[in-house]
């Protein structure tokens, strides 16, 4: 068997309700928090639960809930600088792949010079962010066990994915129980997103041993619940199950990266 490493800096908190314990964690971090979050989940139950889970450990959160959909590169420039002004030191995002990755380049950029027009054409990373604690509200955010981010360039409208020196999630929180606003159209889209993650990491030439089985489970778990959350997308312990297959697949893209179909993906709509 030939020689493979790879490493998972990333705090993992999984489960039902895991956003419970965000102000225990968020504490130990620091005490001047930004939320980043989409307009249209601005008055969701969710954000509502972060703000309160967060001021239970007295932390009252600066929420910034500008952030439309399509946003580029320009909004991360406008919430970063916000961020340096108010002397945040930890960035939280919640939402879809869009708004945990400005919400990730945020975090980057509060201890990084410039804008993101510099490290979009060349500028290196100084290593360093404020920490980053990341909330997605679908079953799969690939980017948040990488040092990578997506996001379109406002200069030339084109989609693209950011790795710089320093850009990583500190915590990842995956809390089935926040997913339930969500529509289920797009969940199921993001269901078929994670199968289709799955099967193309396993047929990568990157695989090894380690990750098949992982990787295997994921499409089982997606097969065998895709119809039922299509019935009954309010059960939690069947969101529960497809977030599972999330994890698995972001876990092990680690080692197998990404295929065309997970490029096109991105390429077409950034979801």
Do not use: W
Not at 203 to 227: D, F
Request: aromatic residues 8%; glycine residues 8%; charged residues 20%.
């Amino acid at each position: 068997m030939s020689i493979f490493s790879f490493t998972i800096p990333t705090r993992i908190e999984y489960g039902i309700d895991a956003t419970a314990r965000l102000g225990h964690f968020t504490s130990s971090l620091g005490d001047r928090v930004i939320v980043i979050t989409e307009n249209v989940l601005s008055q969701s139950q969710a954000v509502q639960h972060i703000e309160s889970v967060l001021k239970g450990k007295g932390i009252e959160a600066l929420v910034y809930d500008g952030v439309f959909p399509n946003a580029e590169s320009n909004t991360v420039d406008e919430i970063a600088q916000l961020a340096r002004k108010s002397r945040v030191n930890v960035v939280v995002g919640i939402g879809g792949t869009r708004i945990c990755s400005i919400a990730k380049l945020v975090s980057f950029l509060c201890k990084n010079e410039g804008e993101m027009a510099d490290y979009m054409h060349g500028k290196e990373g100084n290593g360093k962010r404020v920490p980053y604690i990341e909330i997605p509200t679908t079953f799969r955010e690939v980017y948040a066990l990488t040092d990578s981010a997506f996001i379109t360039d406002a200069f030339d409208q084109v989609n693209k994915v950011l790795s710089l020196n320093g850009l990583r999630t500190d915590v990842l929180v995956d809390d089935p129980a926040i997913m339930a606003g969500i529509q289920p159209v797009l969940s199921a889209y993001t269901a078929l997103d994670i199968l289709a993650l799955s099967i193309e990491g396993y047929i990568s030439l990157k695989v090894n041993p380690l990750v098949e089985p992982v990787l295997l489970r994921g499409i089982e778990i997606v097969y065998y619940n895709l119809g039922k959350y299509i019935k009954n997308p309010m059960d939690v312990s069947i969101r529960e199950k497809l977030c599972t297959a999330g994890l698995f697949t972001a876990i092990a893209n680690i080692i197998t990266g990404f295929g065309i179909g997970f490029a096109l993906s991105m390429g077409m709509n950034g979801k």
